[in-house]
């Protein structure tokens, strides 16, 4: 057998199963937040008005739209793996900034932070993962390790989140300082991650122009332009690939904003009190990790592009529901949001890595469809803080599920109009491969 294959008997490579195993254990760590389900409640108690949070969730937003500028290029110049370890040193010390000041200083340093944390690892940890399989030639693991990673995740939380309210009677800083002992952990699988060796003599993942100028001894600066030169040129001259980050703008949007910023709004507005927060929003967590974990129980007759736009369409429905419904009815509307995000997460994020060219800066690619998805949620969060504040949180869902349709109904027309097809990159692998596991 070549070195490195896998087939049906083998299964993947040593190599490729510890990859897998320590990124789960990083994408479990790194983003075990456990002052998730109180942090609207804790700054609300330390003194924050409503437009001052939900102010600081827009800044959150927009900071981490420029920060993923220089950090996904940092990534194809430095190395995934490298990245990913930067962005859990960042991340530990942000969770850190609520326990030295829970003020409203401190919370915009604890944000900010979290923005400079996520974006070093949102498009390097996606890129090593694809890379990392594909020179194992393990790339038909990719789906199901993407998958599994937020499941496992998602399992975590669901263990973790109901004891928030218990230990914060002990100690009323505990979820932050258990935050930064976390991704302490996500450090140390950062550690272990292997080198990776790509074909032209690079590691970690870097390919094509990014490791054309590393060799060439060029400037940083100059290098850091061509590499986003490069990931422009591939938007532009790819309008499949522009098409399929458009329509994750819409799935990233509605499951941001709805399962953090609205998450404790709508509940509270249904008279459910917080106490009960944490059980709910496990229980969004459990429907969520299963259908991260299932992706390809999703029908193959619909192609994943249009089973996209489907579970997207969900997502604003139950949106709209959740205004006409009662407090048992709106809780298990969340769980089906949550369910559809599950779901669909998996399937957009191949969607995009496949259509990525071969030798572009994958890394750079995957922040820029991040900064997209960002600088759309800070408007929203904007607009949320003004709708919540005027009290018209029924009229922010409404207008919430009519604006995602509307974009998915141009995404579609696109599509079936035939002025933007599918890149010959992308068709060399069959629909069906993205939900093989």
Not at 252 to 280: K, M, W, Y
Request: glycine share 10%.
């Amino acid at each position: 057998m070549i070195p490195g294959h896998t087939d049906a008997r083998t299964g993947p490579t040593h190599t490729a199963r510890r990859i897998i195993r320590l990124n789960y254990g990083f994408q479990l760590l790194f983003n075990l937040l456990w002052w998730m389900p109180v942090f609207y409640a804790y700054q609300k108690q330390a003194g924050l008005s409503d437009g001052q949070i939900f102010g600081i969730q827009s800044i959150y937003y927009v900071a981490f739209c420029l920060f993923e500028i220089p950090t996904g290029l940092i990534a194809d110049r430095i190395g995934a793996r490298n990245c990913l370890r930067a962005g859990a040193v960042v991340m530990t010390a942000a969770n850190l900034a609520p326990v030295a000041s829970a003020s409203y200083t401190g919370f915009l340093l604890h944000f900010l932070a979290i923005a400079m944390g996520r974006s070093l690892t949102s498009g390097a940890a996606s890129a090593y993962l694809y890379d990392g399989l594909r020179a194992e030639k393990c790339e038909e693991y990719y789906l199901k390790a993407e998958g599994t990673a937020r499941a496992w995740g998602l399992a975590a939380k669901v263990v973790c989140w109901p004891l928030v309210g218990p230990l914060m009677a002990v100690a009323h800083t505990a979820p932050y300082v258990l935050s930064a002992a976390s991704a302490a952990g996500s450090l140390a699988c950062a550690v272990g991650l292997p080198r990776l060796a790509g074909t032209d003599g690079s590691t970690d993942g870097s390919t094509g122009e990014a490791t054309a100028a590393r060799k060439n001894g060029g400037r940083r600066g100059r290098a850091f332009l061509r590499d986003a030169g490069a990931a422009l040129r591939c938007v532009a001259s790819s309008r499949w690939l522009g098409l399929v980050m458009v329509q994750g703008v819409a799935v990233f949007t509605l499951s941001r904003i709805c399962q953090v910023n609205l998450f404790q709004p709508i509940l509270l507005d249904h008279g459910i009190g917080e106490a009960s927060h944490g059980g709910v929003l496990a229980a969004m967590t459990v429907a969520e990790a299963v259908g991260s974990a299932r992706p390809q129980w999703l029908s193959r007759r619909v192609t994943p592009v249009a089973w996209v736009s489907i579970l997207s369409l969900a997502l604003a429905g139950t949106l709209a529901a959740m205004t006409l419904s009662g407090p048992w009815a709106v809780v298990a509307l969340l769980c089906l949001f949550a369910a559809a995000t599950g779901f669909v997460y998996p399937v957009q994020r191949k969607l995009v890595n496949d259509a990525v060219p071969a030798n572009a800066p994958r890394a750079t690619l995957l922040s820029a469809e991040s900064i997209v998805d960002r600088a759309v949620c800070a408007l929203a969060a904007i607009a949320v803080g003004a709708y919540v504040s005027a009290g018209h949180l029924d009229a922010l869902l409404w207008h919430s599920a009519l604006a995602t349709a509307v974009l998915l109904g141009a995404v579609q027309l696109l599509l079936r109009s035939g002025v933007v097809k599918r890149d010959r990159a992308a068709v060399r692998t069959p629909a069906a491969d993205v939900w093989s596991s």
